[in-house]
């Protein structure tokens, strides 16, 4: 199976990838085109999400006892990790709208964001030109009040990369992306490609996301958490890695774009994790940054 559509895949991959090196603007406006949808999304369904996220603090009872455990450095211990409310609260939802709002395929892969379907439609194919679908990657990560900063944490298998495929069978290969801060700088290991060929011929360019829920801390007379209410939504679009790295070259254009994440350097670097700042997102395009007051 590793290699019954590698001839197929490798030269419509080659194709793909030159059609958009060369069309940028095309792979910018799907981008554009998936947040839109997003933001509808929330719109949508902002009642019911300001619900269920407050609900697992009404349910305290039921877990007070088998807290979820602290994670991160030196936690306080004044506040409850709320990652898995997030992913459950967003996540099924979002399934539900891109079922409902397009064709979906839940193709398999054995690693990537904590969401992630491809979507096709008519209204892609206008975008696309070539294709009319794309692989649509989201990562929630719920932060509280302490750590809500203008970034978002990516692992490697959370954004896409150069994606050279020289040799038929040698498969994709991302050259190392410059994570660079003011003092240190590292090589993220970037492991997405900018785009997929399915085993039936569905070119799909790769678009990344990150939801950040923040919500805030609610305490009584005594200072003791009392809730953990969804106070605001950021929505951020990291940029393909054709648009990364090659055409317009963001990371080269915005230095600091990716800076270093809080992984010790002696973790195996194929894990080593970067920050992605929101602020010179927000350079590249106003749009690629948004946020939602409750």
């Known amino acids: 199976m590793f290699t019954e559509y590698l001839t197929e895949q490798y ?3 080659k194709t793909a990838y030159q059609y958009y090196e060369q069309r940028p603007q095309s792979l910018i406006e799907i981008e554009k085109f998936v947040m839109r949808e997003l933001l509808h999304f929330a719109d949508l369904n902002m009642p019911e999400i300001i619900r269920d996220y407050n609900e697992a603090s009404y349910l305290y009872p039921f877990w007070k006892n088998y807290p979820p455990l602290d994670r991160g450095r030196d936690p306080r211990g004044d506040q409850y990790p709320w990652i898995e409310v997030g992913e459950q609260v967003f996540g099924n939802k979002l399934s539900r709208y891109f079922a409902n709002n397009f064709h979906v395929k839940d193709s398999g892969l054995p690693s990537g964001t904590d969401d992630r379907c491809i979507i ?4 892609i194919k206008q975008i696309l030109g070539i294709t009319d679908s794309v ?5 929630i990560k719920s932060a509280g009040p302490r750590d809500d900063f203008n970034h978002a944490v990516m692992s490697p298998y959370q954004v896409s990369g150069s994606g050279s495929w020289d040799q038929m069978d040698d498969g994709v290969f991302n050259a190392p992306i410059e994570a660079k801060g003011v003092r240190a700088s590292h090589n993220f290991l970037c492991s997405l490609p900018p785009i997929y060929i399915l085993s039936d011929g569905t070119i799909a360019p790769l678009v990344t996301f990150a939801i950040k829920p923040v ?3 609610l305490t009584n007379e005594t200072g003791e958490n009392i809730g953990q209410p969804l106070n605001k ?3 951020a679009c990291i940029p393909n890695g054709i648009l990364l790295t090659k055409n317009p070259n963001y990371n080269a254009e915005y230095p600091g774009l990716f800076y270093p994440g809080k992984d010790d350097k002696g973790k195996d670097l194929r894990k080593i994790r970067a920050r992605v700042s929101f602020d010179l997102l927000q350079k590249i395009a106003s749009w690629r940054v948004a946020n939602i007051n409750i």
């Open 11 to 13: 030269n419509a991959y």
């Open 120 to 123: 096709s439609s008519e209204r």
């Open 135 to 139: 692989w649509v990657f989201i990562d």
């Open 215 to 217: 919500y805030s801390m």
């Open 233 to 235: 939504i950021k929505i």
